[in-house]
């Protein structure tokens, strides 16, 4: 594929400086960049890596300027990028239709155009919506319902009962709808303590690949509209995460935590059961935020246990200077010892 | 469905008291409840969430009192609770059976009414006991033995001569028997060891999604009787993990250590190689137990390096004043100074 | 199977010491080998070890010796021990063959010898180098290519265009090139930036099970030759990760971060985004490494946020000793104050 440096102006409604005719063959970085290729420059800040890029063609912010070369200038360069992207990398749907290996249960519903991969299997009355995309050994329990134009992934498990929304995005390996980890002891030992329960995924969710979300024990473990979740993540039962909230890799969210909207939880982060994060907080990578804690709307937190930002900041400073505090201690126990021994020589000579 | 209060009294083996001809028609959380449905009261802690549901029957422990409310008073209110639920939520078994597109190796042997599901692949001389059930899409290797009453859900994989035992279930993602992570260097580079041991998961164990266990390197992983694992998590090759332990979500235990009975771990932990964690013992979430640290019966540690919770939370409290300390030492500092200029014009007085 | 001291130091081209026509008939470790059985001494510490042990037959260092016992004397006890236990437990390859039920799309080339197991699917123009061994259920993209020797276990899922070399391992329920976990914000919603690179795996690499490797955003993720990684590793977009590195188990690896050759990195470690780790650095387990951070070459570090080990273990005993120097801190207060009263009091005799 090539496309002009004008047709791709067009495409992104940006403004075209420098030679309209140039040809360009694919989208790459900055520091890859060839002369057939385009980049994009998210910010004055990466002015001398742009410099320094091979590109034919940079997409900049308003008002950006590079003497020599084809720009095409845009109000937001990394969303004009993202649409070039996939004018050279356009992701075809798979044709339509049901695999002959696909095993369908009593009383699925399939909506228009939808593609079942082979070997994958729908237990009875599962419903999918038009356009979606079932990967290949994918396995769907019975009653569960599944939105428009979603996608999952090969290899993906959907327990019964869950409920998945319209242009989700489920990678392989993930499990969606195991039991929560509930027992209650008689005479010392463990008894399952039934989780009946379900999962709900709202809208325009994307779930990571190897993720486990368990279903409720009653009620719905909830997954909010827009939610992005990265690799490897654990979510327990009863666990609800609002609108617009992104979870980095492998953190885990332990049994009946509410996360409100826009949070942004770094990786590898645990979050106890009953906590409660606040609207547009934001968690540090590896913090642990407590059993029951409520970390309050728009704050940063870090550490284990987790604290404000500044006050780890904070604590961490005094602990690198901790050594020298230790100097100064036994320093001042030396000096009040001498001035001791002045004074008592002083009061000696008194007498 | 539907029962009355005196019913579920019946089934519970509970003392009614109230409305016995209340009909309920399914169960709920305190919180959510409404007056077709049944809620539990764990405890008099629970008392003002009891006061504020609207649930239609309570089921509640020995002496708790409610006035105008349908109660049903038992002496383990969440146990009597389990049943409840299973009475509304029946689990039904999948028929017995084996699926046509299931792949059966030679000499696989099938106790009475075991069911497996499409796509399974069992590989030669697999044995599944009675009434065991197989999800779809999961692979067992050669020679594996599986008991009776057990439940692998679907897109499991075990790998060959791996035991399973009895009422043991197995969430789906997980991989039983994979390789331990063992080489050795020749000449700068990674060689690997062979992996021939196996993994013996014994009776009554739940292991959640997504979770590893490797197989022993010439011994056996073993999986003891009543263990709890939740997802996600990673057991090393050659790990003891004794009766009824529990370990919550992401956890991981490095090579041949040994959990003693009884231990609860938390989500998120560390359990370096060769540690041994005595019976009893309670780690917290996210902790970290350095390679060969014995942790004593009956201790709960938490913390990197991981350390007796009362000697975690002191140091973390003296870690909280530690700027008050400086301060303090500061002050010292300046009052001292103070002193010895004063004792100086003193002695500057006296001469 | 039987094979006599005699023939089993043949194999190993080591010096036998004590009777030849020994029989062995399995191997085991030290504390569990019977008569029958061999095991191994890695080194002069652990004599003891050996000195109790029941093994009828021992591979020992050079130099190492044992009155009345059989002994193999070899260079490297733990090599020699390797083919050993590949004596007694010969890896039997699958027999070559497509199984009837595997899919291949158009145009997909297999070498000579291939393997692929049952309900196994591989799209279209997808290239198998000989020998290599694709498990039951493993789900292969469009375009990807696998080199020769490989061994692809159950239920893996490789997304298009991925590229594995020779000679590489990968576990069940891994996923390689996934989507990387990338977003804009317009209007306060995430949308997707595509994803459209890809993941190359070297020669001699192995995986563990449960592992997630993302593709690049544009270019690709590498993971090197011999690089070996763990269960449960999450490793992100565009990570590059040199020769010969080692990965333990539930590490994650973020965007961008660049690992050079032969460095190691314990368990549940955590790699911000753009970090570059020196070669041969070693990471210890749980540790943290800040975004854009760059470790040096050869250095040991420990904690969160990572910092050299000697300073990890400083920080740590001082932390230890606070509470001790609370109590000097408040005596010398007390001092001070007991010195300032005597001060004024000869002053106010002096007066």
Redesign the interface.
């Known amino acids: 594929m090539r496309r002009t440096a004008r047709e791709i102006a067009e495409l992104v409604g940006g403004r075209l400086i420098g030679e309209p005719e140039r040809e360009i063959m694919g ?3 900055l520091a ?1 960049a060839t002369e057939r290729e385009i980049a994009f420059v998210e910010s004055e800040g990466h002015r001398s890596q742009a410099e320094r890029s091979r590109a034919g063609c940079l997409i900049v912010p308003e008002g950006f300027r590079l003497s020599g070369r084809t720009l095409i200038e845009v109000a ?1 360069p ?2 004009a990028f ?1 649409d070039v ?2 004018l050279f ?1 356009p ?1 075809p749907r798979p044709t339509p239709g049901v695999h002959p ?1 696909a ?1 369908l249960g009593e009383g699925v519903i399939l909506g228009e155009e939808v593609s079942i ?3 994958a ?1 729908l237990d009875r009355q599962v419903r999918i919506g038009a356009r979606t995309v079932i ?3 994918v ?1 769907i329990g019975a009653r569960v319902e599944i939105g428009e134009d979603t996608l999952i ?3 993906v ?1 959907i ?1 019964p009962d869950v409920r998945i929304g319209t242009r989700v ?1 489920i ?5 969606i709808g ?2 929560g ?1 509930g ?2 002891l ?1 005479e ?7 989780q ?1 329960g379900s999962v709900i995924i709202e809208d ?1 969710v ?1 779930i ?3 993720v ?1 979300i ?1 279903r409720g024990t ?2 719905a473990t909830r997954i909010g509209r ?1 939610v ?1 979740i ?3 993540v ?1 979510i ?1 039962h009863n666990v609800t995460i609002e609108e ?1 909230t ?1 979870i ?3 953190t ?1 969210i ?1 049994g009946s935590a509410h996360i409100e909207r ?1 949070v942004q939880i770094g ?2 982060v ?1 979050i ?1 059961d009953h906590v409660r994060i606040g609207r547009g907080a934001i968690i540090g ?2 913090a ?1 935020v ?1 059993s029951g804690k409520h970390i309050r709307a728009g704050e940063f937190v870090w ?3 987790a604290r404000p930002m500044r006050e780890f900041k ?3 400073a ?6 020298h ?2 100097h ?2 036994a320093a ?2 030396e ?2 010892e001498a ?2 021994q ?2 008592l020589e ?2 000696a ?2 007498e």
């Open positions: 989208v790459a970085s890859t937001h990394r969303r993202a992207i996939l990398h992701r290996t095993i991969g082979p070997y299997v990967g290949a050994g396995y992934h090969p290899n498990t327990y995005i990678h392989s390996g993930s499990v195991s039991d980890f027992y209650f008689v010392g030992r463990y008894r399952k303590f039934p009946v325009d994307e990571g690949a190897g486990c368990d009653l009620g827009g992005k990265d690799n490897l654990h327990a617009d992104v980095a890799a492998q885990g332990a826009g990786g590898q645990g106890a990578a590896q642990g407590p550490g284990t246990p904070e604590q961490y005094h602990l690198s200077r901790l050594p505090l230790r100064m201690v001042l126990s000096q009040l001035l001791r002045l004074v002083e009061r000579k008194d």
